[in-house]
């Protein structure tokens, strides 16, 4: 046992400094610029394979609640309107503001201060529920655990009972037999209790919502207090998300 | 269609005896390599085609049975013969309402309980806009033992960040007498999402089955359109093709590490081994954009190519990290204790029930794709395919331990031997015009993985997705009953399942 005492001393912090400055090799969800497209052009629209593009008078509207980060837009446009961006994607209290039209930064995600967010501050326990996801977002909800992203060090935890649990991190676009145990879950919550859509198919379905077995999204189902874009989102998009919930961004 | 040998049955009567090749005898240790891979249905202007399809030997092409039937008729059950047929026969009675006579579980499995097709529901046609009704029942159990049995059940919804599904114990004291697995709690329907899709929009849809899996995926679809189209696909593209498959081996197996030392309780261990995967997973956001490699296999090669000039030297720092780290996790009694005789899996059991990857070649049933039926040019790499015989929880560790360093030899030579040149080819024969079909197979990290693929115009019209985690699943109950609770996570942990891929 001593060995990995002493690995665990030789190996140091593998932590990185918060708030991240620049995660490497990372992109991203695509932008529209400000630029008007031409007359009657809709390549990028019918590129995307989950709808998350309209045009219109005003031009093109990407949204981000729906983009699955494919970038065959960003491939087909000639004209460059739409392109990767270099910063991470950041969560949403508004769902409508995931609807871009330029490439402006919209403001960072906020919630309503309120008492109990005071209460929350440092000790905020966190409880997921996998409503029919591919296992990408899990896979990055993990990690927040490991020594890179260390979400401890914010007194953010993960509990087995949603009966201490302050969060509920939901994922997959809500297939039929998981729609009564996530009711359950979140009523089993006691208040107050936040609820983050997280990754694509909990906002809109993304690209396996849909058919004869699960629904498009969490829309409906349960209150929804911030919309996690991505697929899957990135852990340092998701830890971002949980800090922003207790006005610590 | 060269990689299968076509067979069509006339009368559902000669079924049992034209597949009587397939049976397993529980008696005999497993000498043959042709198995069962996998049942289908699909509709078509005949009624539905039964598929009947079985791997044989190295280097030989597939083997499929065909049959049609008429909407909701009977048809002989081989469950009885060749136990792994009896999931494939559940599922194709749910989703297109044949009858399999002589079954032994006839319960539901894909559609639960509580899903109410509407009425004269007779197999999944076309596009749905709403789900079914759902209205929650209970799940259908088998009855256990007497009085003095206890009964456990959890999920779906479990402790810790994991995927839904629910398992119900049989105990007494410590030792479970029965675990009753209900999955598909999950299930999307995500084979029927391809159909009416393009060929080339498939892909992204093949990445969303299993996210840790995505390259897997994305590759046997691209690789069941290229054999349906039959597309040579450039050398520079098998290569990277293959760097991409193998990175996503390495980070699946060194989070696998972080796991079992999480529930062998070494902390440091557990934080180290989710470090290193999370390493690796940046290291292919720096050479692809995305943590998880995806958008860039399709049909025809890749989007994009790619600059390696870092790959080489990451990858030597991480193999020299990976070595130190699991030898340490080697020298550890605690955890070897934990592991050893944990979850034992005999080569009979898995042979009949299906397991495919490191699960039976911990078991002693040798068997890999990339050396048996080579793909994407994996005949060009040297590389060891681990074998072990004891078939338990450290077996299983084992394998993958050492899979972790074949795929660094396997990177090394990739990354040595790259080609320059184009990495795309377009479909320019017009066969995609015409009704197609192909299958594209990949030792996935789980296993054995096959897609098959039927199309016509450009458009898909069926996909059938062969998942291995579907039959390690199945496998998972035998190594549990007769034998304790406390052994239950490690063992679980030890198979590596996916949930996302069997429930699709």
Sequence with gaps: MSVWTYRGLRGGVRTIGWPLEE??????????????????????????????ITIDDGGVELDHGACIDCKLCVEVCPFGILSPTTSLTRASSDRDALRRRSDVEPAPPTLQPTKHQRWLRKSLFVRHIDCGSCNGCESEITALDNPYYNLHRFGVFFTPSPRFADVLLVTGPITSPMHDPLVATYEAMPGPKYVIATGVCAISGGTNGGGYNAHRGLGGVVPVDLWLPGCPPHPAVIADALLALVGRT | MKSWNEVSIGEPGELVSLLSELIVDPEQAPRTYRRLQAIWARRTSEGIELNYLASSGQG????????????????????????LAGSYEREIAD????????APDQRRLVLHEGSRAPDGFLGLAGSYSDPFAFVSTPTEMPRVGGD?????????????????GSFTFSYAGEGIVHLETRLFYKHRGMETRFEGRSIQSGSLLAERVSGVDSVAHGLAFALACEDALQLRVPTRAQQLRVLLAELERLYNHLQYFGLLSKLTTLKVADAEGHYLAELVKQLNARLSGGRFLRGLVVPGGLRRDLVTDEVGDVLNELEEQAHTYLSALAGTRSYLDRLETTGMLSAQVALAQGATGPIERASGLDRDLRRDHPYSGYDRYHFAVPGATMGDARARALIREHEIFASFAILGQVIAQLEDGPVFVADDSRRSAEAFGGMGWVEATRGTLIYVVY????YLSRVKIKEPSFSNWRVFPYTVDGTNMMDYAINEASFGLSVAGNDR
Excluded: N
């Design chain 2, 60 to 83: 030989e092409p597939f083997k499929l049975w065909r049959l049609f039937v008429a909407p909701g008729s009977g048809v002989p059950s081989l469950a009885m013969l060749i136990p």
């Design chain 2, 95 to 102: 989703l297109y309402g044949i009858r399999f006579e002589g």
């Design chain 2, 148 to 164: 003095d049995l206890q009964q456990l059940r959890f999920g779906p919804v479990r402790a810790d960040v994991v995927e839904s």
């Design chain 2, 455 to 458: 199309g016509e115009d450009g």
């Design chain 1, 23 to 52: 995660v490497s090799g990372m992109m991203g969800l695509p932008v529209p610029t400000a630029h008007r497209c031409p007359e009657g052009c809709e390549r990028c629209a019918q590129s995307c394979p989950t709808e998350a």
